[in-house]
């Protein structure tokens, strides 16, 4: 069974979108993007789009690839003290002379709807709730519940350990009330396979196409998706893949997220969600 | 091999005692308790004493059991304020009246030598070494590295998941640089067996007395453990104990801690490290 994460999104923003209309004030999220990256350009563009269908105000700030760190850091304490903005969100990658850790510990935690401000990767771990999840591992949550897929007493096997996606989210699962057993695995594991086999649920965020293969799946787990490589065909037309050989592992999973139109969208999603929890907040 | 903590403990404060005697200025450790519960009392007077055998100022502050958490939060502000404190500790557990998580945060994170200010859990996940490392899993560290035991592409099973032992444990052994692969299990875990016999190195963090039975370690595996048990023998004289049948395990592991005598006095030691380390950044 397909976890339609457009499908899933789709609800989760009408919903959002009635809630924002019943309010007189708009939530508004800041979104600086630094350089012209395309594919930072292609988020960031995605974003604003996502704002705009679910009536959040959005406000683009786009700066030179050059921008000094403390110009930017200076744009970001500005936002910080605007009242009428909810959410701040810096693009990244950031161009090498940008140090990334202080511009996400200089974005106000309040206003971090990317939850990446060590504050509230803090307050998830420790299982405090006022805090923001990042959104990647909130999207994962999110869709999981919408189909009724249980947590408690599984085996949650995570395949990644970056800070936006592998650690968040183990940090999100690894709590008393989710009552999951959580395994963090990565490229270098030894005898991946004989771990990845145990799951109950697999998530793969390793940024590598095919790297879970049906071999490395228990028969009838659920199968989340978190990549997104581009390849290009044989015909050089490139596309989008994960890291879940689609094909055959969908033939062992009982429920398993296509990509796209999986985790992406509700990852998305999820940053809607954040800014309106901040705006309710303001 | 028994993984000697009073050992380590020992040389990491004969090291650390060196330091503050070359230095005019000594640190100082602010250790608050609340009421009177004979465990508390005991952990206090160990941690006071220890202070004194590494030349740690420390300034012991008894409050009755029924203060208030508006005076008790006004005292942790003086202490975040006074220049020549350098660490802040708030016995636990603490009376019900009192929100601990409100103690936690106020307790400025520079001074929060326990590490269980969220900014402190935060950067231990995030990967960031500027912050401080809870004791526990900074003692585990320091027993592992003082016997030379790799966790490089080892499977690291964590046995519990508490805020001051499991989760920081985790955060800190998820890291790039570790590359450790980790599993965080539980009492809740289903087939608990089948996931510690895939541990090279299992710690045990439950607080059951003989909660890790001999069949549940694989053969030459390392085995931490951070329970402290106190139980009655036939003969009523009553002895601490911990979370691991140690007779039976010690005779497959390669490397065990006791208790007491293992975990234990590493923590305190990390105490005294971390109340050094604040000191340095005065």
């Given amino acids: 069974m397909i976890l339609n994460g457009r499908k899933v999104a789709k609800e989760v923003l009408i919903g959002l979108k009635e809630k924002i209309q019943k309010s007189v004030e708009k939530p508004t999220l800041a979104v600086i993007i630094v350089g012209s990256n395309p594919s930072s350009i292609s988020y960031v563009n995605r974003k604003v789009v996502k704002c705009e269908e679910v009536g959040i105000n959005s406000m683009l700030i786009e700066l030179a690839e050059d921008v000094s760190e403390k110009k930017l850091l200076s744009i970001i304490e500005d936002l910080n003290n605007k009242k009428d903005v909810d959410g701040i969100l810096v ?8 140090n990334p850790l202080k511009v996400t510990e200089t974005i106000s935690y309040k206003k971090d709807v990317d939850g990446f401000h060590p504050i509230n990767m803090g307050k998830l771990l420790l299982g405090y709730t006022d805090g923001f999840i990042p959104c990647t ?19 949650v096997v995570i395949v990644g350990r970056s800070n936006i996606v592998g650690k968040p989210l183990a940090a999100m699962l690894i709590q008393r009330k989710t009552n999951a057993t959580i395994t963090i695995a990565h490229s270098y594991t030894q005898d991946l396979k004989s771990i990845t086999k145990t799951a109950d649920i697999l998530v793969a965020s390793v940024g590598r196409p095919n790297f879970i293969t049906a071999d490395m799946v228990k028969d009838g787990s659920v199968v989340i998706d978190v990549g997104i490589n581009k390849i290009v065909g044989t015909n050089h037309i490139s596309k ?3 890291d879940v050989d689609f094909e055959n592992v969908s033939k062992k999973a009982s429920f398993i997220t296509p990509v796209p139109g999986g985790v992406g969208p509700m990852t998305i999603a999820s940053l809607m969600q954040n800014t309106f929890k901040s705006f309710q907040e303001r």
Same sequence: chains 1, 2.
Avoid: E, M, R, S
């Fill in 91 to 98: 693009q990244l990658p950031l161009p090498k002379h940008i």
């Fill in 137 to 155: 591992p909130l999207g994962i949550k999110t869709l999981l519940d919408n189909f009724d897929i249980p947590l408690a007493k599984k085996h």
């Fill in 240 to 242: 989008i893949v994960g």
